[in-house]
């Protein structure tokens, strides 16, 4: 038997048998940098169960993980907690070749499944809240509906207390470290914050209520397993005091510079105005879109209380690099930022109304009239932007005070 992929216990009788994907860098728009794992988990008992699957190409590890505990064709109950492909794509292969007795889905869950995949097989619904006694195992499944499709679904399993949570408290990051404590603090944090900001963020309310609700669950987690990352055994007050605070979405003393240039003139506005909320005292992000990617802008933006836009005016147009950074994070719907528009022009200039327009559109409040400089910067164009970014600062201020 190849033994090459092992199960890592996570408790007595709870493995993870997922993948490792070192090489992975674009999901669906956002840049994983670090990788990610795809995380698939094998309850052993009276009627072995597999909770989630993975990405096609890696169907191969999961199974030799798992043989490495037991035989597949042992595996009698199949749980898809969301139908995404990265979670669900080895279902297909799995249903022909293991043939389970039973695949456990939400209502949407079956919906999703029967669409992607146009299969005969039956697929067993769950509703919220509900709790089935397989073996000697039993679980509650309870909605997450839109964290982050209509599918989305959590599975606790009683005993060994593990709360599998879908994609809710992941992140995109390969190691072969398997919980989060044997990580560094800081790299934890960097990639959740990545994670919420890019993936999650647009449901921040939906966050917010599930948070209200997971203390009348009745359920008490020792383990938080979610579908990517590092399952989490330490602190876990801690990282849902961490989900509450970025769903709040509170502003802070932090802004966030975006922009791209054609001959460095909206580069240069960029840096004065820099200087000028840096002067104020303010945290200062600045992301020349020559150099930065659409997510981490995102992820920037999520701790920020001001969110500052420049671009050249481009066959009467927003710059493309500008145009797709303001259409990703439109998508995301931050809440609770000032906004600020900026850019050098040579004879039209609409690259400002067009950003102010966008602004306006995700709903953020203009915190000053947009500044067009035309060609190049001169000493007085610059000072006019440094007391720009002071303006902005002391609005935030303001609003923090």
């Known amino acids: 038997m190849n033994t090459s992929f092992q199960a890592i216990p996570l408790t007595d009788r709870v493995y993870w048998v997922g993948a490792i994907d070192w090489a992975v860098r674009n999901f669906h728009g956002y840049q994983t940098s670090r990788g990610t794992t795809y995380n698939a988990f094998l309850i052993m008992g009276d009627e ?88 000697n195992s039993a679980l509650t499944f309870f909605e997450t509906r839109m964290l982050h499709w209509p599918d ?88 849902v005091a961490q989900y509450a605070m970025w769903s709040s979405q509170k502003p802070t003393q932090k802004a966030v510079l975006v922009y791209d240039t054609m001959w460095h003139s909206t580069e240069k506005m960029a840096r004065a105005i820099g200087d000028g909320l840096g002067s104020a005292g303010l945290a200062v992000k600045m992301l020349p879109l020559g150099a930065s990617h659409r997510s981490d802008v995102a992820s920037e933006l999520l701790e920020a209380g001001a969110l500052l836009v420049g671009s050249p005016t481009l066959n009467n147009q927003i710059f493309p690099t500008v145009a797709d950074t303001l259409t990703y994070l439109k998508g995301l719907k931050p809440r609770n930022r000032l906004a600020a528009a900026f850019g050098s022009y040579g004879w039209s200039g609409e690259a400002v109304g067009h950003i102010e327009g966008t602004f306006q559109e995700m709903k953020l409040e203009l915190a000053a009239e947009g500044l067009r400089i035309p060609y190049v910067p001169d000493g007085a164009a610059l000072l006019r932007c440094r007391q720009l970014g002071l303006s902005i600062a002391g609005k935030i201020k303001e609003r923090l005070a």
Not at 166 to 173: Q, S, W
Request: hydrophobic share 45%; aromatic share 6%; glycine share 6%.
């Open 152 to 239: 989305s679904m959590i599975t606790f399993l009683e005993g060994d207390d593990v709360l599998f949570s879908n994609d809710i408290f992941g992140m995109h990051l390969a190691s072969f470290e398997r919980f989060a404590d044997q990580l560094p603090a800081n790299l934890l944090r960097e990639e959740a914050a990545k994670y919420f900001a890019n993936i999650i963020l647009l449901y921040a309310p939906v966050v917010e209520k599930l948070l209200a609700r997971l203390p009348t669950l009745g359920v008490t987690p020792r383990l938080i397993a979610p579908d990517h990352g590092p399952v989490w055994r330490q602190d876990l007050g801690s990282l």
């Open 48 to 135: 072995p169960i597999l909770v989630d699957t993975v990405k096609p190409p890696f169907l191969d590890e999961m199974l030799t993980r798992i043989s490495s505990v037991v035989e597949p064709q042992r595996i009698r109950t199949l749980i898809s907690n969301h139908a995404e492909m990265d979670h669900s794509g080895g279902l297909s292969l799995l249903m022909a070749t293991l043939q389970p007795q039973r695949l456990i889905a939400s209502a949407q869950g079956k919906k999703a499944l029967q669409q992607h995949f146009h299969w005969p097989h039956p697929v067993e619904t769950v509703a919220d809240g509900q709790r089935l006694t397989l073996g």
